[in-house]
């Protein structure tokens, strides 16, 4: 079946150290996301990519970082500069097809990552 | 700037009519969506509505958008236990850019009383 994996479900970190949420497609869709959700907050957008080897910063990039090699993979890591990393981390997807068509994004079950 | 508000919390009895309100600020919105989120779990979309429709109709969900106020709603019609959940509402704006970038609300719990 079509989907978006993320792993691990959950994940914790230490003081001090980098730690990476996968994220895998085989929609075929060219646009991956990645979000942030604190409690009782909706979804805040952390990087963002339209096509293979690019991407971009969202609104709180800041303590994060991202690579896009693959198509179908768009990794996050938190990195110890993130002070706050407590959260539910949100990966999704969309086709990326153009201006003024219809792209809703799919999610993954998303990641939970707590501090040690 | 881009913004998009939620009430908080509705509860409702089973069986019962479900209305989830949704106000956006930016008038450039092509689509308006929205997403149900299960505890622990990612969202999963629903429905969508474009900017042009005013209605839209899917087995118990009807999406009404009034673009002059800027205001969207879900009606969930003989609500169940199993609709309890956070409904989110999304709207993409277009952009140079065209990120297909979302905008979410807040979130909307939904508490379904037997």
């Known amino acids: 079946d079509g989907g978006i994996t993320q792993s691990p479900k959950y994940l914790f970190r230490k003081e001090g150290q980098n730690v990476t949420l996968s994220c895998e497609q085989n929609?075929?869709?060219?646009?991956m996301y990645w979000y942030r959700q604190d409690p009782g907050q909706g979804l805040r957008l952390i990087y963002y990519s339209q096509i293979v080897n690019d991407f971009q910063k969202g609104d709180i990039a800041e303590g994060y970082s991202v690579s896009r090699e693959k198509k179908e993979s768009f990794p996050l890591t938190v990195t110890s500069a993130q002070k706050n990393p407590t959260a539910f981390y949100l990966c999704a997807s969309s086709i990326g097809r153009g201006q003024g068509t219809n792209q809703p994004q799919h999610f993954g079950d998303g990641t939970r990552l707590s501090i040690l | 700037g881009e913004d998009v508000e939620q009430s908080l919390f509705l509860s409702v009895r089973e069986g019962d009519s479900s209305v989830i309100n949704c106000t956006y600020t930016d008038s450039s919105s092509t689509y308006l969506y929205w997403y149900k989120q299960e505890p622990g779990a990612g969202l999963q979309l629903l429905t969508y509505?474009?900017?042009?429709?005013d209605m839209k109709q899917d087995q118990r969900l009807t999406v009404l958008l009034n673009k002059k106020d800027k205001h969207l709603s879900l009606r969930i019609a003989d609500t169940q236990t199993g609709d309890s959940a956070i409904y989110f509402c999304a709207e993409r704006v277009e952009g140079s850019s065209n990120t297909g970038k979302l905008i979410f609300g807040q979130g909307t719990t939904l508490q379904v009383k037997p």
């Open positions: 509505i474009f900017s042009n429709m």
């Open positions: 929609l075929n869709h060219d646009a």
